[in-house]
């Protein structure tokens, strides 16, 4: 059984499995620190609507190195658009973030295979575009389907996906979630820690899925640096940042309710970001803070604020 693996044993059953590679850019960093990820925007984590365009004019703008690229806006442009929108991220230094996966895999089969019809449509237009990743998340319990029932089925769909992606060139994230408030809310608990995401992506057994980190449920699941450091950057597609409010304890934090990194410092973000540095991790890391006060200022101001954190979090680690 998957969940009476050790960690130790799960990550040799990584090893073995395929999902641990090689980074094109990465691995382990022996000559001392050297950050390779990007400071990423993803518009929609803060409130603010904007089409891709505005999203890479207001990257670029307040400082960061790249930007989430949204599939279904890149699968209206000609060839020609696509190339003129490539060269306006190069000539503003940036790379692409990670797409939003645009398929309902945790509801009702109907809706998922219809979504499944039309993802290769996405697929094509983000490796047209050049992008490489794609992010998704579990939800932690189910009302109906037991953790096994659950798995399963996980299993099935997000191979069915992970398969699509990769005859494409992309990378698919999974992301666990991990505050008790969430999981234990629900009548089938299912994944919300970092072994069981592992064990999942082990089961699909496809060597482009790997994990989406985020430093909220890392924090909420009471992991710790060891538990990153048993992975290689390679292992995982994207990243989260964000911080928790203060004087809460940790099983009673609630997903809906963060802060922007380095905000309160109830995580430790040079611990996280730090062990990120040490695997080699060369992805986006962008923030995820669940803030109403942040959502309701002008577009333009909400990016300022959410640049100023995330540079003050990349300074963390030089």
Not at 211 to 240: A, F, I, N, Q
Request: with cysteine; aromatic share 6%.
């Amino acid at each position: 059984m998957f969940s009476s693996l050790s960690r130790r044993s799960l990550l040799g059953g990584l090893v073995g499995s395929g999902l641990v590679l090689e980074a094109s850019r990465a691995g382990r960093i022996e000559d001392g620190p050297l950050r390779r990820f990007t400071m990423d925007l993803v518009c929609g984590n803060i409130g603010v609507r904007a089409r891709l365009p505005e999203a890479i004019t207001l990257a670029h703008k307040y400082g960061f190195e790249s930007v989430a690229p949204d599939a279904g806006f890149l699968r209206s442009l000609s060839d020609s658009e696509v190339s003129e929108l490539r060269e306006d991220l190069k000539t503003k230094k940036l790379v692409w973030g990670a797409a939003s996966l645009s398929v309902d895999f945790r509801g009702q089969e109907e809706s998922f295979r219809n979504d499944l019809k039309r993802l290769p449509q996405d697929a094509k237009a983000l490796k047209r575009a050049g992008a490489s990743r794609v992010g998704t998340w579990i939800s932690p319990g189910h009302s109906r389907l037991t953790y096994l029932s659950n798995f399963k089925q996980h299993v099935s769909r997000l191979g069915e996906i992970g398969k699509i992606l990769g005859d494409h060139g992309l990378r698919l994230g999974l992301e666990y979630v991990g505050p008790k408030t969430s999981w234990s809310s629900t009548r089938y608990p299912f994944i919300h820690t970092m072994a069981e995401a592992c064990e999942l992506i082990v089961a699909i057994h496809q060597s482009n899925i790997g994990l989406v980190l985020d430093s909220w449920h890392w924090y909420t699941s009471h992991e710790s640096e060891p538990d990153l450091l048993r992975l290689k950057g390679s292992d995982v597609v994207c990243c989260d940042l964000n911080d928790a409010p203060a004087g809460i304890p940790i099983d009673e934090q609630k997903d809906n309710t963060r802060d922007l990194p380095c905000a309160t410092g109830v995580i430790d973000l040079k611990v996280f970001l730090g062990a990120l540095v040490k695997i080699g991790y060369d992805g986006p890391v962008r923030a995820e803070p669940f803030k109403a006060e942040l959502r309701r200022l002008p577009p333009e101001e909400a990016v300022a604020h959410t640049a100023k954190a995330m540079k003050r979090a990349m300074q963390l680690v030089g």
